[in-house]
Protein backbone atom coordinates (compact mmCIF):
# COMPACT_ATOMS: atom_id res chain seq x y z
CA UNK A 1 0.00 0.00 0.00
CA UNK A 2 2.91 2.41 1.16
CA UNK A 3 4.18 1.60 -2.52
CA UNK A 4 0.93 2.48 -4.18
CA UNK A 5 0.85 6.13 -2.11
CA UNK A 6 4.30 6.36 -3.15
CA UNK A 7 3.23 6.21 -6.73
CA UNK A 8 0.56 8.74 -6.49
CA UNK A 9 2.38 11.04 -4.37
CA UNK A 10 6.06 11.36 -6.23
CA UNK A 11 4.03 11.62 -10.22
CA UNK A 12 1.33 14.01 -8.94
CA UNK A 13 -1.22 12.46 -10.24
CA UNK A 14 -3.88 14.40 -8.29
CA UNK A 15 -4.96 16.79 -10.19
CA UNK A 16 -5.96 14.47 -12.82
CA UNK A 17 -8.38 12.43 -9.95
CA UNK A 18 -9.57 15.82 -9.38
CA UNK A 19 -10.77 16.41 -12.95
CA UNK A 20 -11.86 12.87 -13.31
CA UNK A 21 -14.07 13.92 -10.24
CA UNK A 22 -15.29 16.73 -11.77
CA UNK A 23 -16.42 15.18 -14.93
CA UNK A 24 -18.20 12.74 -12.50
CA UNK A 25 -20.17 15.35 -10.53
CA UNK A 26 -20.87 16.78 -14.35
CA UNK A 27 -22.51 13.50 -15.50
CA UNK A 28 -24.71 13.52 -12.15
CA UNK A 29 -26.25 17.17 -12.85
CA UNK A 30 -27.12 15.29 -16.09
CA UNK A 31 -28.59 12.53 -13.78
CA UNK A 32 -30.40 15.44 -12.16
CA UNK A 33 -32.38 16.30 -14.98
CA UNK A 34 -33.83 12.93 -15.89
CA UNK A 35 -34.91 12.27 -12.17
CA UNK A 36 -36.35 15.51 -12.43
CA UNK A 37 -38.45 15.29 -14.89
CA UNK A 38 -38.56 11.11 -15.63
CA UNK A 39 -38.47 10.36 -12.21
CA UNK A 40 -36.20 7.65 -12.72
CA UNK A 41 -34.02 6.32 -9.99
CA UNK A 42 -30.26 7.71 -9.21
CA UNK A 43 -28.59 5.22 -10.61
CA UNK A 44 -30.59 4.47 -13.81
CA UNK A 45 -30.80 7.90 -14.45
CA UNK A 46 -26.56 8.14 -13.96
CA UNK A 47 -26.08 5.48 -16.48
CA UNK A 48 -28.48 6.68 -19.08
CA UNK A 49 -26.95 9.97 -18.96
CA UNK A 50 -23.26 8.42 -19.53
CA UNK A 51 -24.37 7.12 -22.72
CA UNK A 52 -26.03 9.84 -23.86
CA UNK A 53 -22.80 12.42 -23.05
CA UNK A 54 -20.95 9.50 -25.24
CA UNK A 55 -23.56 10.23 -28.17
CA UNK A 56 -23.37 13.97 -27.87
CA UNK A 57 -19.48 13.84 -28.37
CA UNK A 58 -19.61 11.21 -31.24
CA UNK A 59 -21.67 14.62 -33.31
CA UNK A 60 -19.38 17.50 -31.30
CA UNK A 61 -16.19 15.42 -32.42
CA UNK A 62 -17.03 16.19 -36.68
CA UNK A 63 -16.57 19.67 -35.37
CA UNK A 64 -14.22 19.79 -32.16
CA UNK A 65 -13.86 17.33 -29.83
CA UNK A 66 -12.40 19.61 -27.01
CA UNK A 67 -15.41 21.83 -27.46
CA UNK A 68 -17.54 19.74 -27.84
CA UNK A 69 -15.89 18.12 -24.06
CA UNK A 70 -16.11 21.64 -22.09
CA UNK A 71 -19.78 22.91 -23.51
CA UNK A 72 -20.97 19.04 -21.90
CA UNK A 73 -19.03 19.45 -18.71
CA UNK A 74 -19.90 23.51 -18.26
CA UNK A 75 -23.76 22.12 -18.49
CA UNK A 76 -23.58 19.40 -16.69
CA UNK A 77 -22.28 21.40 -13.79
CA UNK A 78 -25.06 23.94 -14.24
CA UNK A 79 -27.58 20.98 -13.93
CA UNK A 80 -25.98 20.16 -10.82
CA UNK A 81 -26.32 23.75 -8.81
CA UNK A 82 -29.68 24.13 -9.86
CA UNK A 83 -30.28 21.03 -9.01
CA UNK A 84 -28.80 21.12 -5.81
CA UNK A 85 -31.43 20.55 -3.76
CA UNK A 86 -31.50 16.54 -4.72
CA UNK A 87 -27.70 15.75 -3.58
CA UNK A 88 -29.07 15.84 0.09
CA UNK A 89 -31.87 13.36 -1.39
CA UNK A 90 -29.03 10.96 -3.25
CA UNK A 91 -26.15 11.26 -0.44
CA UNK A 92 -26.12 7.35 -0.31
CA UNK A 93 -25.74 6.22 -4.04
CA UNK A 94 -23.14 9.63 -4.89
CA UNK A 95 -21.34 8.59 -1.70
CA UNK A 96 -21.28 4.52 -2.85
CA UNK A 97 -20.14 5.97 -6.75
CA UNK A 98 -17.76 8.49 -5.51
CA UNK A 99 -16.49 5.26 -3.11
CA UNK A 100 -15.87 2.82 -5.84
CA UNK A 101 -14.53 5.85 -8.52
CA UNK A 102 -11.73 6.57 -6.13
CA UNK A 103 -10.57 3.44 -6.01
CA UNK A 104 -10.95 2.81 -9.57
CA UNK A 105 -9.08 5.85 -9.50
CA UNK A 106 -6.49 4.99 -7.67
CA UNK A 107 -5.66 1.73 -9.66
CA UNK A 108 -6.23 3.25 -12.89
CA UNK A 109 -3.37 5.39 -12.40
CA UNK A 110 -0.75 2.31 -12.18
CA UNK A 111 -2.71 0.52 -15.30
CA UNK A 112 -1.13 0.15 -18.70
CA UNK A 113 -1.42 -1.48 -22.08
CA UNK A 114 -0.18 -5.23 -22.42
CA UNK A 115 -2.02 -6.15 -25.54
CA UNK A 116 -2.19 -5.69 -29.39
CA UNK A 117 -5.27 -3.98 -29.22
CA UNK A 118 -5.00 -1.72 -25.99
CA UNK A 119 -1.94 -0.24 -27.90
CA UNK A 120 -4.10 1.18 -30.69
CA UNK A 121 -6.68 2.13 -28.51
CA UNK A 122 -4.22 4.21 -26.78
CA UNK A 123 -3.11 6.05 -30.43
CA UNK A 124 -7.15 6.33 -30.99
CA UNK A 125 -7.20 8.41 -27.91
CA UNK A 126 -3.56 10.23 -28.15
CA UNK A 127 -5.59 11.64 -31.62
CA UNK A 128 -8.24 12.88 -30.50
CA UNK A 129 -6.86 14.33 -27.41
CA UNK A 130 -3.73 15.82 -29.58
CA UNK A 131 -6.14 17.33 -32.10
CA UNK A 132 -9.60 16.89 -30.80
CA UNK A 133 -10.89 15.19 -34.65
CA UNK A 134 -11.06 12.20 -35.64
CA UNK A 135 -8.16 10.30 -37.44
CA UNK A 136 -7.56 11.30 -41.32
CA UNK A 137 -5.39 10.00 -44.01
CA UNK A 138 -2.04 11.99 -41.87
CA UNK A 139 -2.97 10.06 -38.79
CA UNK A 140 -0.80 6.86 -37.71
CA UNK A 141 -4.50 5.28 -36.69
CA UNK A 142 -4.64 5.01 -41.45
CA UNK A 143 -1.62 2.21 -40.55
CA UNK A 144 -3.44 0.35 -38.31
CA UNK A 145 -7.43 -0.07 -37.41
CA UNK A 146 -9.52 2.19 -39.14
CA UNK A 147 -11.96 0.24 -38.94
CA UNK A 148 -12.54 0.95 -35.17
CA UNK A 149 -15.64 2.61 -33.91
CA UNK A 150 -14.81 5.76 -31.94
CA UNK A 151 -17.10 5.48 -29.05
CA UNK A 152 -14.00 4.06 -26.60
CA UNK A 153 -11.82 6.80 -27.40
CA UNK A 154 -14.50 9.25 -27.20
CA UNK A 155 -15.40 7.97 -23.77
CA UNK A 156 -11.49 7.95 -22.46
CA UNK A 157 -11.02 11.79 -24.09
CA UNK A 158 -14.09 12.65 -21.87
CA UNK A 159 -12.00 11.89 -18.79
CA UNK A 160 -8.85 13.26 -20.14
CA UNK A 161 -7.23 16.97 -19.81
CA UNK A 162 -6.38 18.50 -23.30
CA UNK A 163 -3.10 18.45 -24.39
CA UNK A 164 -1.95 16.29 -20.99
CA UNK A 165 -2.77 12.74 -22.23
CA UNK A 166 -2.49 9.98 -19.79
CA UNK A 167 -3.37 6.45 -19.97
CA UNK A 168 -4.93 6.29 -16.80
CA UNK A 169 -7.75 8.19 -18.02
CA UNK A 170 -8.64 5.42 -20.68
CA UNK A 171 -8.84 3.28 -17.99
CA UNK A 172 -10.83 4.83 -15.50
CA UNK A 173 -12.86 5.70 -18.41
CA UNK A 174 -13.78 2.18 -18.80
CA UNK A 175 -13.99 1.18 -15.19
CA UNK A 176 -16.70 4.20 -14.51
CA UNK A 177 -19.12 3.00 -17.21
CA UNK A 178 -18.50 -0.87 -16.49
CA UNK A 179 -19.31 0.61 -12.30
CA UNK A 180 -22.79 2.45 -13.78
CA UNK A 181 -23.86 -0.58 -15.52
CA UNK A 182 -22.90 -2.93 -12.19
CA UNK A 183 -24.93 -0.13 -10.28
CA UNK A 184 -28.38 0.10 -12.48
CA UNK A 185 -27.96 -4.05 -12.03
CA UNK A 186 -28.20 -3.47 -8.04
CA UNK A 187 -30.39 -0.77 -7.89
CA UNK A 188 -32.44 -3.01 -10.09
CA UNK A 189 -32.35 -5.88 -8.11
CA UNK A 190 -31.71 -4.21 -4.73
CA UNK A 191 -35.43 -5.23 -3.65
CA UNK A 192 -34.18 -8.93 -3.78
CA UNK A 193 -30.34 -8.53 -4.16
CA UNK A 194 -28.44 -10.70 -1.83
CA UNK A 195 -25.19 -10.94 -1.15
CA UNK A 196 -24.47 -13.86 -3.58
CA UNK A 197 -25.70 -12.21 -6.18
CA UNK A 198 -23.47 -9.14 -5.78
CA UNK A 199 -20.15 -11.40 -5.60
CA UNK A 200 -21.40 -12.81 -8.60
CA UNK A 201 -21.91 -10.59 -10.56
CA UNK A 202 -18.77 -8.30 -9.60
CA UNK A 203 -16.29 -11.29 -10.42
CA UNK A 204 -18.06 -12.44 -13.49
CA UNK A 205 -17.96 -9.33 -14.95
CA UNK A 206 -14.51 -9.26 -14.18
CA UNK A 207 -13.57 -12.64 -15.30
CA UNK A 208 -15.61 -13.39 -18.20
CA UNK A 209 -15.08 -9.68 -19.64
CA UNK A 210 -10.69 -10.32 -19.25
CA UNK A 211 -10.89 -7.62 -16.10
CA UNK A 212 -11.51 -4.69 -15.23
CA UNK A 213 -8.69 -3.41 -16.25
CA UNK A 214 -8.48 -3.76 -20.06
CA UNK A 215 -8.91 -1.20 -22.87
CA UNK A 216 -10.65 -4.37 -25.15
CA UNK A 217 -14.25 -2.86 -26.54
CA UNK A 218 -15.30 -7.03 -26.53
CA UNK A 219 -15.93 -6.76 -22.30
CA UNK A 220 -18.12 -3.12 -23.17
CA UNK A 221 -19.57 -4.27 -26.44
CA UNK A 222 -20.84 -7.46 -24.14
CA UNK A 223 -22.29 -5.76 -21.25
CA UNK A 224 -24.19 -3.13 -23.69
CA UNK A 225 -25.33 -5.92 -25.60
CA UNK A 226 -26.69 -6.98 -22.42
CA UNK A 227 -28.49 -3.54 -21.60
CA UNK A 228 -29.80 -4.03 -24.43
CA UNK A 229 -31.06 -7.89 -24.24
CA UNK A 230 -32.05 -6.52 -21.10
CA UNK A 231 -34.16 -3.49 -21.93
CA UNK A 232 -35.70 -4.82 -25.44
CA UNK A 233 -37.24 -7.77 -23.31
CA UNK A 234 -38.84 -5.13 -20.73
CA UNK A 235 -39.80 -2.71 -23.42
CA UNK A 236 -42.01 -5.57 -24.86
CA UNK A 237 -44.20 -5.90 -21.63
CA UNK A 238 -43.23 -2.40 -20.01
CA UNK A 239 -42.54 -0.02 -23.12
CA UNK A 240 -41.11 2.55 -20.24
CA UNK A 241 -37.51 0.74 -20.90
CA UNK A 242 -36.80 2.44 -24.95
CA UNK A 243 -34.62 5.20 -24.18
CA UNK A 244 -31.84 3.02 -22.02
CA UNK A 245 -32.84 0.14 -25.08
CA UNK A 246 -32.31 2.97 -27.85
CA UNK A 247 -29.12 4.06 -26.23
CA UNK A 248 -27.35 0.84 -25.35
CA UNK A 249 -27.70 -0.07 -28.85
CA UNK A 250 -26.27 2.81 -30.30
CA UNK A 251 -23.64 2.72 -27.71
CA UNK A 252 -23.41 -1.08 -29.14
CA UNK A 253 -22.41 0.33 -32.65
CA UNK A 254 -20.06 3.15 -31.40
CA UNK A 255 -18.00 0.95 -29.39
CA UNK A 256 -17.61 -1.78 -31.79
CA UNK A 257 -17.59 -2.68 -35.99
CA UNK A 258 -19.31 -5.67 -35.10
CA UNK A 259 -21.97 -3.60 -32.95
CA UNK A 260 -23.93 -2.92 -36.54
CA UNK A 261 -25.01 -7.26 -36.36
CA UNK A 262 -26.28 -6.17 -33.37
CA UNK A 263 -28.18 -3.85 -34.63
CA UNK A 264 -29.45 -5.44 -37.43
CA UNK A 265 -30.51 -8.65 -35.51
CA UNK A 266 -32.69 -6.44 -33.54
CA UNK A 267 -34.76 -5.08 -36.41
CA UNK A 268 -34.62 -8.47 -38.04
CA UNK A 269 -36.67 -9.71 -34.93
CA UNK A 270 -38.73 -7.00 -34.80
CA UNK A 271 -39.61 -7.26 -38.69
CA UNK A 272 -40.62 -10.81 -38.17
CA UNK A 273 -42.47 -9.63 -34.43
CA UNK A 274 -44.32 -7.52 -36.55
CA UNK A 275 -45.29 -9.81 -39.34
CA UNK A 276 -46.16 -13.11 -37.73
CA UNK A 277 -47.51 -11.73 -33.64
CA UNK A 278 -49.66 -9.13 -32.16
CA UNK A 279 -46.62 -6.64 -31.75
CA UNK A 280 -46.61 -3.41 -32.58
CA UNK A 281 -43.87 -0.95 -33.64
CA UNK A 282 -44.11 2.09 -32.08
CA UNK A 283 -42.98 5.86 -33.97
CA UNK A 284 -40.64 6.33 -31.37
CA UNK A 285 -38.91 3.03 -31.42
CA UNK A 286 -38.82 3.17 -35.20
CA UNK A 287 -37.15 6.83 -34.65
CA UNK A 288 -34.57 5.11 -31.96
CA UNK A 289 -33.70 2.44 -34.77
CA UNK A 290 -33.20 5.25 -37.30
CA UNK A 291 -30.74 7.20 -35.40
CA UNK A 292 -29.00 4.44 -35.04
CA UNK A 293 -28.75 3.52 -38.48
CA UNK A 294 -27.48 7.07 -39.02
CA UNK A 295 -24.82 7.02 -36.43
CA UNK A 296 -23.39 4.26 -39.07
CA UNK A 297 -24.30 6.30 -42.04
CA UNK A 298 -22.52 9.71 -40.49
CA UNK A 299 -19.32 7.19 -39.88
CA UNK A 300 -18.65 6.03 -43.26
CA UNK A 301 -19.81 9.22 -45.21
CA UNK A 302 -16.62 10.58 -42.61
CA UNK A 303 -14.36 7.75 -43.77
CA UNK A 304 -15.36 8.70 -47.50
CA UNK A 305 -14.67 12.18 -47.31
CA UNK A 306 -11.47 11.29 -45.26
CA UNK A 307 -10.83 9.36 -48.59
CA UNK A 308 -9.45 5.92 -46.69
CA UNK A 309 -9.75 2.92 -48.64
CA UNK A 310 -12.80 0.12 -48.18
CA UNK A 311 -11.89 -1.87 -45.39
CA UNK A 312 -13.82 -4.55 -47.62
CA UNK A 313 -11.95 -6.80 -49.96
CA UNK A 314 -14.69 -8.37 -52.40
CA UNK A 315 -18.35 -8.77 -52.30
CA UNK A 316 -19.69 -12.07 -51.19
CA UNK A 317 -22.02 -11.94 -54.05
CA UNK A 318 -19.66 -10.56 -56.61
CA UNK A 319 -16.95 -13.71 -57.01
CA UNK A 320 -18.60 -16.64 -57.95
CA UNK A 321 -15.30 -18.29 -59.11
CA UNK A 322 -14.97 -22.00 -58.37
CA UNK A 323 -12.22 -21.32 -55.71
CA UNK A 324 -14.52 -19.09 -53.65
CA UNK A 325 -17.63 -20.64 -53.91
CA UNK A 326 -15.44 -23.77 -52.32
CA UNK A 327 -13.98 -21.16 -49.62
CA UNK A 328 -17.67 -19.60 -48.77
CA UNK A 329 -19.04 -23.44 -48.39
CA UNK A 330 -16.00 -24.54 -46.05
CA UNK A 331 -16.54 -21.67 -43.71
CA UNK A 332 -19.89 -22.46 -43.70
CA UNK A 333 -19.57 -26.17 -42.99
CA UNK A 334 -16.77 -25.09 -40.48
CA UNK A 335 -19.00 -23.09 -38.71
CA UNK A 336 -21.76 -25.60 -38.46
CA UNK A 337 -19.70 -26.97 -36.71
CA UNK A 338 -18.25 -25.45 -34.19
CA UNK A 339 -22.42 -24.35 -33.11
CA UNK A 340 -22.70 -27.77 -31.78
CA UNK A 341 -18.73 -28.25 -30.55
CA UNK A 342 -16.46 -24.77 -29.70
CA UNK A 343 -16.54 -24.99 -25.66
CA UNK A 344 -17.63 -20.80 -25.96
CA UNK A 345 -20.65 -21.61 -28.39
CA UNK A 346 -21.98 -24.42 -26.12
CA UNK A 347 -21.69 -21.89 -23.29
CA UNK A 348 -24.07 -19.69 -25.55
CA UNK A 349 -26.57 -22.66 -25.33
CA UNK A 350 -26.06 -23.06 -21.68
CA UNK A 351 -27.24 -19.89 -20.98
CA UNK A 352 -29.94 -19.98 -23.12
CA UNK A 353 -31.13 -22.83 -21.69
CA UNK A 354 -30.42 -21.54 -18.10
CA UNK A 355 -32.58 -18.07 -19.25
CA UNK A 356 -35.54 -19.95 -20.80
CA UNK A 357 -35.82 -22.25 -16.92
CA UNK A 358 -35.51 -18.45 -15.27
CA UNK A 359 -38.13 -16.91 -17.54
CA UNK A 360 -40.55 -19.85 -17.20
CA UNK A 361 -41.56 -18.41 -13.95
CA UNK A 362 -42.34 -15.27 -15.22
CA UNK A 363 -44.90 -16.04 -17.89
CA UNK A 364 -45.33 -12.16 -20.12
CA UNK A 365 -41.10 -13.03 -19.68
CA UNK A 366 -41.27 -16.00 -21.14
CA UNK A 367 -43.15 -14.69 -24.46
CA UNK A 368 -40.17 -12.46 -25.02
CA UNK A 369 -37.99 -15.68 -24.67
CA UNK A 370 -37.97 -15.94 -28.79
CA UNK A 371 -37.33 -12.43 -29.11
CA UNK A 372 -34.03 -13.46 -27.48
CA UNK A 373 -33.44 -16.92 -29.09
CA UNK A 374 -34.24 -14.91 -32.22
CA UNK A 375 -31.21 -12.42 -31.74
CA UNK A 376 -28.92 -14.78 -30.42
CA UNK A 377 -29.38 -16.95 -33.84
CA UNK A 378 -29.75 -13.96 -36.03
CA UNK A 379 -26.30 -12.67 -34.65
CA UNK A 380 -24.33 -15.99 -35.79
CA UNK A 381 -26.28 -15.54 -39.22
CA UNK A 382 -24.93 -12.25 -39.54
CA UNK A 383 -21.97 -12.42 -38.14
CA UNK A 384 -21.20 -15.33 -40.08
CA UNK A 385 -21.72 -13.16 -42.96
CA UNK A 386 -19.99 -10.33 -42.27
CA UNK A 387 -16.76 -12.01 -42.02
CA UNK A 388 -17.03 -14.34 -44.73
CA UNK A 389 -17.24 -10.56 -46.42
CA UNK A 390 -13.77 -10.28 -45.40
CA UNK A 391 -12.29 -13.34 -47.10
CA UNK A 392 -9.51 -12.36 -49.25
CA UNK A 393 -9.90 -13.15 -53.13
CA UNK A 394 -6.31 -15.09 -53.38
CA UNK A 395 -8.05 -17.39 -50.78
CA UNK A 396 -4.88 -16.69 -47.89
CA UNK A 397 -7.65 -14.23 -45.81
CA UNK A 398 -10.01 -15.31 -43.45
CA UNK A 399 -8.10 -17.51 -41.00
CA UNK A 400 -9.65 -18.00 -38.30
CA UNK A 401 -13.12 -16.54 -40.06
CA UNK A 402 -14.91 -18.88 -37.87
CA UNK A 403 -13.63 -18.63 -34.48
CA UNK A 404 -14.59 -15.28 -33.57
CA UNK A 405 -14.10 -16.11 -29.55
CA UNK A 406 -13.47 -12.36 -29.08
CA UNK A 407 -17.15 -11.59 -30.64
CA UNK A 408 -18.81 -14.57 -29.14
CA UNK A 409 -17.03 -13.53 -24.94
CA UNK A 410 -19.24 -10.56 -25.61
CA UNK A 411 -22.19 -12.67 -26.23
CA UNK A 412 -21.17 -14.61 -23.24
CA UNK A 413 -21.11 -12.09 -21.12
CA UNK A 414 -24.33 -10.43 -22.07
CA UNK A 415 -26.37 -13.43 -21.57
CA UNK A 416 -24.34 -13.64 -18.15
CA UNK A 417 -25.95 -10.54 -16.77
CA UNK A 418 -29.39 -10.91 -18.36
CA UNK A 419 -29.34 -14.31 -16.43
CA UNK A 420 -28.42 -12.14 -13.09
CA UNK A 421 -30.92 -9.45 -13.83
CA UNK A 422 -34.00 -12.09 -14.69
CA UNK A 423 -33.36 -14.40 -11.69
CA UNK A 424 -33.78 -13.09 -8.99
CA UNK A 425 -37.37 -11.86 -10.43
CA UNK A 426 -39.01 -15.12 -10.64
CA UNK A 427 -41.09 -15.07 -7.34
CA UNK A 428 -41.13 -19.35 -7.55
CA UNK A 429 -37.19 -19.38 -7.93
CA UNK A 430 -36.15 -21.36 -4.88
CA UNK A 431 -32.76 -20.06 -3.45
CA UNK A 432 -31.48 -23.33 -3.63
CA UNK A 433 -31.58 -23.49 -7.26
CA UNK A 434 -30.75 -20.15 -7.53
CA UNK A 435 -27.47 -20.48 -5.62
CA UNK A 436 -26.53 -24.06 -8.01
CA UNK A 437 -27.01 -21.74 -10.99
CA UNK A 438 -25.41 -19.21 -10.31
CA UNK A 439 -22.25 -21.02 -9.02
CA UNK A 440 -22.24 -23.20 -12.05
CA UNK A 441 -22.84 -20.16 -14.16
CA UNK A 442 -19.31 -18.33 -12.43
CA UNK A 443 -17.42 -21.50 -13.21
CA UNK A 444 -18.50 -22.28 -16.84
CA UNK A 445 -15.60 -20.06 -17.93
CA UNK A 446 -13.50 -18.28 -15.09
CA UNK A 447 -11.77 -16.03 -18.44
CA UNK A 448 -12.62 -16.59 -22.00
CA UNK A 449 -8.81 -15.79 -22.74
CA UNK A 450 -6.47 -17.32 -19.69
CA UNK A 451 -9.11 -19.78 -18.36
CA UNK A 452 -5.59 -22.22 -18.11
CA UNK A 453 -4.54 -19.93 -15.22
CA UNK A 454 -4.89 -20.53 -11.80
CA UNK A 455 -9.01 -19.09 -11.52
CA UNK A 456 -8.05 -17.03 -8.12
CA UNK A 457 -4.61 -15.59 -9.97
CA UNK A 458 -7.00 -14.55 -12.30
CA UNK A 459 -9.96 -13.01 -9.89
CA UNK A 460 -6.40 -10.78 -7.92
CA UNK A 461 -4.93 -9.91 -11.23
CA UNK A 462 -8.04 -9.09 -13.62
CA UNK A 463 -10.99 -8.48 -11.12
CA UNK A 464 -9.34 -6.24 -8.13
CA UNK A 465 -6.45 -4.86 -9.56
CA UNK A 466 -4.03 -4.57 -12.63
CA UNK A 467 -1.32 -7.10 -12.91
CA UNK A 468 1.31 -4.79 -11.24
CA UNK A 469 4.24 -6.92 -12.14
CA UNK A 470 3.28 -6.82 -16.00
CA UNK A 471 2.90 -2.88 -15.50
CA UNK A 472 6.79 -2.84 -13.97
CA UNK A 473 7.53 -5.40 -16.84
CA UNK A 474 6.50 -2.83 -19.69
CA UNK A 475 7.51 -0.09 -18.28
CA UNK A 476 11.38 -1.37 -18.42
CA UNK A 477 10.57 -2.32 -21.90
CA UNK A 478 9.32 1.43 -22.81
CA UNK A 479 12.37 2.94 -20.65
CA UNK A 480 14.41 0.29 -23.06
CA UNK A 481 13.11 1.91 -26.62
CA UNK A 482 13.08 5.12 -25.24
CA UNK A 483 16.68 4.77 -24.93
CA UNK A 484 17.04 3.68 -28.46
CA UNK A 485 15.67 6.29 -29.73
CA UNK A 486 17.63 10.08 -30.66
CA UNK A 487 15.98 13.25 -28.96
CA UNK A 488 15.61 14.36 -32.50
CA UNK A 489 13.12 11.98 -33.68
CA UNK A 490 10.58 13.47 -30.88
CA UNK A 491 10.92 17.12 -32.07
CA UNK A 492 10.54 16.38 -35.54
CA UNK A 493 7.81 13.83 -34.97
CA UNK A 494 6.01 16.56 -33.06
CA UNK A 495 6.69 19.43 -35.71
CA UNK A 496 5.73 17.52 -38.66
CA UNK A 497 2.52 14.94 -37.37
CA UNK A 498 1.74 12.28 -39.81
CA UNK A 499 5.25 11.99 -41.22
CA UNK A 500 5.78 8.22 -42.18
CA UNK A 501 8.76 6.79 -39.89
CA UNK A 502 9.84 3.21 -40.74
CA UNK A 503 11.29 1.37 -37.73
CA UNK A 504 14.07 -1.10 -37.73
CA UNK A 505 14.23 -3.36 -34.96
CA UNK A 506 16.09 -6.64 -35.48
CA UNK A 507 14.97 -9.92 -33.86
CA UNK A 508 11.23 -8.42 -33.18
CA UNK A 509 8.35 -9.98 -31.14
CA UNK A 510 6.33 -7.73 -32.52
CA UNK A 511 5.69 -6.12 -29.52
CA UNK A 512 8.28 -3.16 -29.89
CA UNK A 513 6.74 -1.88 -32.87
CA UNK A 514 3.39 -1.48 -30.66
CA UNK A 515 5.82 0.78 -27.96
CA UNK A 516 7.53 2.73 -30.77
CA UNK A 517 4.22 3.84 -32.02
CA UNK A 518 2.76 5.05 -29.16
CA UNK A 519 6.11 6.60 -28.12
CA UNK A 520 6.47 8.53 -31.35
CA UNK A 521 2.86 9.67 -32.08
CA UNK A 522 1.75 11.31 -34.33
CA UNK A 523 4.48 10.16 -36.83
CA UNK A 524 3.05 7.72 -38.88
CA UNK A 525 4.68 4.25 -37.96
CA UNK A 526 5.57 1.57 -40.75
CA UNK A 527 3.09 -1.33 -40.26
CA UNK A 528 5.32 -4.02 -41.79
CA UNK A 529 8.86 -5.25 -42.34
CA UNK A 530 10.26 -4.13 -38.50
CA UNK A 531 12.80 -6.91 -39.09
CA UNK A 532 14.40 -7.81 -41.80
CA UNK A 533 16.63 -10.38 -43.05
CA UNK A 534 17.16 -13.83 -42.78
CA UNK A 535 14.80 -15.18 -40.03
CA UNK A 536 16.64 -15.61 -36.99
CA UNK A 537 14.47 -19.44 -35.81
CA UNK A 538 11.57 -21.45 -36.91
CA UNK A 539 8.68 -19.97 -36.57
CA UNK A 540 9.75 -16.75 -36.78
CA UNK A 541 6.77 -14.51 -37.82
CA UNK A 542 8.59 -10.98 -37.55
CA UNK A 543 11.20 -11.24 -39.66
CA UNK A 544 11.24 -10.98 -43.57
CA UNK A 545 13.76 -11.55 -46.13
CA UNK A 546 13.30 -8.97 -49.30
CA UNK A 547 15.43 -8.07 -51.89
CA UNK A 548 17.06 -5.06 -51.92
CA UNK A 549 14.88 -3.69 -54.62
CA UNK A 550 11.75 -3.67 -52.61
CA UNK A 551 13.72 -2.44 -49.72
CA UNK A 552 14.17 0.86 -52.05
CA UNK A 553 10.48 0.44 -52.72
CA UNK A 554 9.65 0.70 -49.54
CA UNK A 555 11.92 3.21 -48.62
CA UNK A 556 9.93 5.72 -50.63
CA UNK A 557 6.82 5.61 -49.24
CA UNK A 558 8.98 5.87 -45.55
CA UNK A 559 11.26 8.66 -46.08
CA UNK A 560 12.82 8.48 -42.25
CA UNK A 561 14.10 5.29 -40.99
CA UNK A 562 14.85 4.51 -37.58
CA UNK A 563 17.89 1.86 -36.40
CA UNK A 564 16.30 1.03 -33.15
CA UNK A 565 18.08 -2.47 -33.24
CA UNK A 566 20.02 -3.11 -36.05
CA UNK A 567 23.05 -6.40 -36.17
CA UNK A 568 25.19 -8.51 -39.02
CA UNK A 569 22.16 -9.75 -40.07
CA UNK A 570 20.36 -6.38 -41.77
CA UNK A 571 23.92 -4.95 -42.47
CA UNK A 572 25.43 -7.92 -44.85
CA UNK A 573 21.82 -7.94 -46.59
CA UNK A 574 21.06 -4.05 -46.80
CA UNK A 575 24.31 -2.20 -46.34
CA UNK A 576 24.36 -1.27 -49.48
CA UNK A 577 21.35 0.97 -48.98
CA UNK A 578 22.88 3.95 -46.92
CA UNK A 579 25.76 5.93 -47.73
CA UNK A 580 27.58 4.74 -45.04
CA UNK A 581 27.60 2.32 -42.41
CA UNK A 582 24.39 2.11 -40.12
CA UNK A 583 24.54 2.55 -37.03
CA UNK A 584 21.85 1.62 -34.10
CA UNK A 585 19.81 4.71 -33.00
CA UNK A 586 20.29 6.74 -35.68
CA UNK A 587 17.76 8.43 -37.83
CA UNK A 588 18.47 8.47 -41.59
CA UNK A 589 16.41 10.38 -44.23
CA UNK A 590 16.07 9.07 -47.80
CA UNK A 591 17.50 10.89 -50.45
CA UNK A 592 15.66 9.92 -53.72
CA UNK A 593 18.40 10.92 -56.07
CA UNK A 594 21.32 8.86 -54.61
CA UNK A 595 18.64 5.95 -53.74
CA UNK A 596 20.30 5.88 -50.31
CA UNK A 597 19.46 6.66 -47.02
CA UNK A 598 21.94 8.86 -45.39
CA UNK A 599 21.89 10.59 -41.33
CA UNK A 600 19.01 12.69 -40.41
CA UNK A 601 19.97 16.54 -39.27
CA UNK A 602 17.58 18.65 -38.18
Same mark, same amino acid.
Not at 112 to 130: A, C, G, H, V
Not at 210 to 218: E, H, K, M, V
Not at 388 to 397: E, F, R, S, T, V
Given at each position: ?????????????????????? @????? #????????????????????????????????????????????????????????????????????????????????????????????????????????????????????????????????????????????????????????????????????????????????????????????????????????????????????????????????? !???? *????????????????????????????????????????????????????????? #??? $???????????????????????????? #??????????????????????????????????????????????????????????????????? @????? #??????????????????? !????????????????? *?????????????????? @?????????? !??????????????????????? @???????? *????????? $??????????????????????????????????????????????????????????????????????????????????
Amino acid at each position: MSEHLMFLIKDYHFYLQAFWFL @VIFSL #IGFSFVLIEFKRYKFFKAFLIALLFVINLLFWGTFFNYFYTQILIIFLGLCFLVYYGNLLNKFKEQIFILFSISLWFSSLSLQSYPFSWDEFFWILFDMQINEYSEYWSLKSPIFTSHVRYMPGPTLLHNFMGIKGDFKIASSFFANTVLITSIFLWLVEELQDRFKLKYLLILFFGIGLISLGIFTLYADALLGLLLGLAIISGIQYLNHKDTLLILILSMSAC !ILFK *ETGVIILLSMVLVLGIAVMYSKFKLSYRLILGLAYCFLIIIAWNINLKLQKFPSINY #ISL $FSNNSDIMVTHYLATIMDFLGKLVSDFQ #ILEIWLLLGLLAFVLQYQRKLFTSFLFLSSIVFSFFALHLLSWMYLINPDGKGGSGVTDMHRYFSSL @VLALF #ISLIYFTPKANKFSKYSSI !IVFIFVLFINPNGFRSL *ENFWHVISTNTISPNFEE @VKRIKREIDS !IKSRIPEITYTYCKENPGTKVWI @VYQESQGF *ERLLTGHLL $FPCQISNGLFSIGKKYYDGDIWTNLISNSDFSGFAKDYPLLLTLKIDNNFNSNYRSNFSREPEEGNLYTYDLNTKKYSLFLY
